[in-house]
């Protein structure tokens, strides 16, 4: 069937079995950045934004999309790179397979958390695995950057 | 300096941070063809009948592939160098199926639903056979893994498929019985250690084309594609020369591939149809059929004197290579050499190992690769030694450790410790901890205790007269550098690392170097990524290749200023003589034009020795005396890899590794039913630790200067997994009580141990 939505900003429709999985509608979309890790809903790699709220998009089929709004981290870029500096400042981006949907769910995080504790960090972004950094690299990341918008914010009052 | 030693951000953070197109599944043709596999359902059967005509039939398919249509050459998928220790025992497809997951078809077509339809129409009829499924019985047992009569094993390491025996092996040094039997202390335990997966979070995959001289090109997410070029050459049964292998970024590896676990399939597929195709792991098939770590029962007897010395250890491993030997051979001798020698009064020695086939899915490289399992074994026995005597487990290490200068015995590839900081790495370590005050452990009064627990570890730096390390260097016209390299990138960083060691050496910015890498057409031979090798061994490839261009760079800017090369100095940015200067965009321009000497170089490198970075690992957990449950509220780390070249790569790999091994300790455990398949085969009921298994996980580097590493600098990779699983251990008996020989240790084997001992008072 066909379905249209509207993906990063711009509306796109395509054809989709009614199984076809959200996740391989955006890659075939050209939406690279989304990943999959595993088939049970475990990973967090494939995590895009749909009306602003994080989804698995492994776990959504792609009819589900059908007048929504989807973000991916293609979507994203400039916002991308300013946290991702603080990430790669750390070297904790590491082999960065898990980064697209670790940092849509960072930003979907500091939506509705605008200053997180520790505790809330780890536990909003519990569902994002990530085997290479041990964690506490993206952590440190998150922590700096909430320390630099807040610079950043206090300069501007 | 200025980039070695310095934290330098990776060259391809912000592609990679952005979501870039840079993986292997971010790369390939739009035509590509779909490849899976049919996996048997049995652990140890004869395929009778194989039927897949109406397979064939089904729309969109390009080809269906059975035993019947591969060459019949054996071949090992280990990624190693050449003639591999891991026995030739695999076939593209084989007749005989050796573990729940085996392959037994090849299907390719235009879609995934019609590759998933044909798989569902090939009919198998099976004789099945009883499996070996355990250990203990697999050696002699009258069942064979590998009856068939062209089973190889290329190098003598104790081999023999009669026997269902992958390697077998026995040294000694001094009197090993004698001296148990004068030593006040002694420990005689079992220790086991399970198979884990290395879930790097981007599974198997590669995708294959045909290029315009008829070649087969095979885009990889491997660490070793030189290797794999050698190995489907083998397989396919044709020249190597018509491979070609690259490497693009890769989403983790881990050891995990240093195995060729995926690449034979879509190359066969390729081969034959013309057609690209790709074939990706699910996580599923990354559960069932991959390399894990080798599971190992391990023997320890160790012997210590009325003060504290440990006179002698005897350490005997079993090790479980499932159905094919890929590192089977290999990964056992390191749980001996690279624990033994952490004990340098030792007086006698002795390490025997088994290494069986069982059918179980194929072990291959895991981090550590064989330490990890080593060391958890003899440091829990030294602890356990330690507990005997009412020492202070800290106080027996510094009584016992490496020192530099000193032996470290039964280590053949490092007889002495060329370079060793262990004795600090252990002050430093203390001191973070607040040991002294935290040892053994604190009742917090809501039926929790809180115990301390500390290991030493030790690995290698590349594989001794083994491993190769190059570099290709060139002077580009704009006077920018390419740095051409064979070592492989898997998100560690090593591109990175090499650019920053050639910024130094050619007194030039980060920025106007260009890492190449890996093409197995165009980069310099590297035996790949492994075995703690890249940094140590290909970074002073690089430093011979900058040195051997500077002279390049002298000899032409010498004839520019019609001086002698001995009179001219270059500092990065001119080649000067006395009075005069040239630039180097200036002889990079003359070398473009009418020049007969060529501005680039390739360099080799292949160490000797292979000197062993060192490690204190301890760890803080806290236990519910209720319910056993424990988790890990701080581990601290203080390793000494030499100089660490970057850093923050290195902390975080250090920061990874903790956190691997934590799963290892306590969490991770490839389990098997009584048929065969393994249990846990998705990310559901395989746990690995996620943010909120990990407590904090302080890091620290106490550097010794390895004279034979790049400015100094040892491997840090592998190391960093060896110390979590025993100081965890120890912190549990510190806590509690109970000794934890077997893992992961999961909190029913703490209160069962709990139980037990209030039962014995
Ligand atoms: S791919 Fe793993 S959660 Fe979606
Ligand atoms: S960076 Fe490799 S999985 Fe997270």
Redesign the interface.
Same mark, same amino acid.
């Given at each position: 069937m066909n379905i249209s939505f509207w993906l990063n900003g711009v509306c796109v429709s395509g054809e989709a079995?009614p199984d076809t999985l959200l996740l391989d509608f955006l890659r075939q979309k050209g939406c690279?950045?989304v990943?999959r890790?595993?088939?049970?809903a475990?990973?967090g790699?494939c995590t895009v934004l749909m009306d602003g709220k994080p989804v698995l998009s492994c776990s959504v089929l792609a009819v589900r999309a059908e007048g929504h709004k989807i973000i991916?981290?293609?979507g994203m870029?400039k916002e991308?790179?300013e946290?991702?500096?603080f990430?790669?400042?750390?070297?904790?981006?590491?082999?960065?397979?898990?980064?697209?949907g670790f940092?849509m769910n960072v930003f979907a995080m500091l939506k509705e958390i605008p200053d997180p504790t520790e505790e809330e960090i780890?536990?909003y972004?519990?569902?994002?695995?990530?085997?290479?950094?041990?964690?506490?690299?993206?952590?440190r990341s998150i922590l700096k950057f909430l320390q630099y918008k807040k610079a950043q914010k206090e300069g501007e009052e | 300096m200025k980039y070695v030693n310095q934290?330098v951000?990776?060259s391809?953070?912000?592609? /990679?941070?952005?979501?870039?197109?840079?993986?292997t599944d971010?790369l390939v043709p739009k035509d590509c063809l779909i490849v899976k596999i049919l996996r048997s359902p049995y652990a140890n059967a004869w395929i009778e009948d194989i039927r897949t005509g109406t397979a064939a039939q089904v729309s969109g398919i390009a080809c269906v592939f059975t035993y019947k249509d591969v060459p019949q050459k054996r071949f090992t998928l280990a990624g190693q160098t050449y003639p591999e220790m891991s026995p030739y025992d695999r076939l593209i497809l084989d007749r005989h199926v050796r573990f729940v997951g085996d392959a037994v078809a090849i299907v390719a077509g235009e879609t995934e639903?019609a590759v998933d339809k044909a798989l569902k129409r090939i009919k198998v009829k099976y004789r099945v056979e009883e499996p070996v499924l355990d250990i203990h019985t697999a050696m002699d047992h009258k069942t064979l893994v590998h009856p068939e009569g062209n089973w190889e094993s290329k190098v003598p390491v104790g081999a023999d498929n009669k026997r269902n025996l992958c390697a077998s092996y026995t040294e000694e040094s001094g009197n090993v019985e004698e001296l148990l039997a004068q030593c006040k202390y002694t420990v005689d335990q079992v220790y086991h250690t399970k198979a884990n997966q290395?879930?790097?979070?981007?599974?198997f995959r590669s995708y294959c084309y045909m290029d315009h001289f008829g070649r087969l090109n095979v885009v990889s997410s491997t660490q070793i594609p030189f290797h794999v070029r050698r190995i489907l050459g083998t397989a396919l049964d044709i020249p190597s020369s018509k491979i070609r292998v690259i490497k693009p970024?890769?989403?983790?590896g881990?050891g995990a591939k240093q195995t060729a676990v995926s690449d034979v399939y879509p190359a066969f597929v390729t081969w034959k149809t013309g057609r690209p195709c790709k074939l990706v792991y699910?996580?599923?098939e990354s559960q069932i059929c991959s390399s894990p770590r080798h599971e190992m029962e391990i023997r320890v007897r160790a012997g210590a004197d009325e003060n504290g010395i440990v006179r002698v250890l005897d350490v005997y491993s079993l090790s479980n290579t499932g159905a094919y030997g890929e590192h089977g051979p290999t990964t056992v001798s390191l749980s001996g050499h690279k624990s033994i020698a952490l004990y340098r009064h030792l007086e006698a020695y002795r390490f025997a190992y088994d290494v069986v086939y069982t059918n179980m899915q194929a072990a291959g490289a895991y981090r550590g690769y064989g330490a990890t399992q080593g060391i958890f074994a003899v440091e829990s026995a030294v602890n356990e030694l330690a507990a005997q005597m009412h020492m202070d487990p800290v106080k027996i290490r510094e009584l016992n450790m490496p020192l530099e200068g000193g032996p470290l015995p039964g280590y053949p590839d490092s007889p002495y410790a060329t370079s060793c900081a262990m004795d600090q790495c252990m002050v430093r370590a203390k001191e973070m901890m607040d040991w002294d005050a935290k040892y053994p452990c604190r009742d917090m009064g809501n039926g929790k205790v809180r115990g301390v627990g500390v290991a030493m570890a030790m690995q290698g730096s590349s594989i001794a007269g083994v491993d190769v390390g190059g570099a290709d260097l060139k002077l580009n016209e704009d006077g920018s550098y390419t740095l051409g390299l064979g070592c492989t990138d898997?998100?560690?960083?090593c591109d990175t690392i090499m650019a920053q060691i050639a910024a130094e050496c050619l007194e030039t910015s980060m920025e106007n170097i260009v890492v190449f890498g890996v093409d197995t057409d165009i980069s310099p031979y590297d035996s790949g990524s492994y075995a703690s090798a890249t940094t140590y061994t290909t970074g002073v490839a690089v430093m011979h290749a900058c040195e051997a261009l500077r002279e390049k760079i002298c000899a032409l800017g010498a004839a520019m200023l019609d001086a002698e090369k001995a009179q001219v100095d270059f500092d990065g940015e001119y080649v000067y003589s006395s009075d005069k200067k040239v630039s180097l965009r200036e002889i990079a321009v003359k070398g473009t034009c009418g020049n007969t000497q060529e501005l680039q170089v390739t360099r080799s490198h292949s160490s000797q020795i292979s000197p062993p970075p060192y490690m204190v690992g301890m760890a803080e957990v806290e236990i519910d005396k209720e319910t056993g449950s424990v988790k890990v509220l701080d581990y601290v780390a203080v390793a000494d890899c030499g100089t660490p070249i970057?850093p923050? /790569?290195a902390?975080?790999q250090?920061?990874?590794?903790?956190?691997?091994g934590i799963g290892m300790a306590l969490y991770e455990d490839v389990q098997y039913s009584e048929k065969g398949a393994v249990r846990n085969n998705?990310?559901?009921q395989y746990k690995?630790p996620?943010?909120?298994d990990?407590g904090?996980?302080r890091v620290d580097f106490r550097s010794s200067y390895e004279e034979t590493g790049p400015f100094g600098a040892k491997s840090i990779g592998e190391l960093v997994i060896d110390t979590p699983s025993p100081a965890i251990a120890n912190a549990i008996y510190n806590a509690v009580g109970v000794r934890a020989r077997e893992l992961p240790i999961t909190p029913e084997k703490i209160a069962m141990g709990i139980l037990e001992q209030e039962e014995r008072e």
């Open positions: 079995e690279y950045s990943k890790g595993c088939e049970t475990n990973c790699l991916t981290l293609e870029q991308a790179e946290f991702g500096s990430l790669a400042d750390e070297g904790a981006e590491q082999c960065g397979f898990c980064n697209p940092i780890r536990e972004l519990s569902g994002n695995l990530c085997r290479c950094s041990g964690f506490v690299g993206q952590t | 934290p951000r990776k391809d953070a912000m592609s /990679l941070v952005t979501g870039k197109p840079v993986y971010d639903a290395q879930a790097m979070m981007e599974t970024r890769i989403g983790g881990f699910s996580r599923y898997m998100g560690t960083g970057n923050n /790569l902390r975080v250090t920061e990874g590794g903790i956190a691997q998705s990310f559901m690995i996620s943010r909120m990990i904090s996980i």
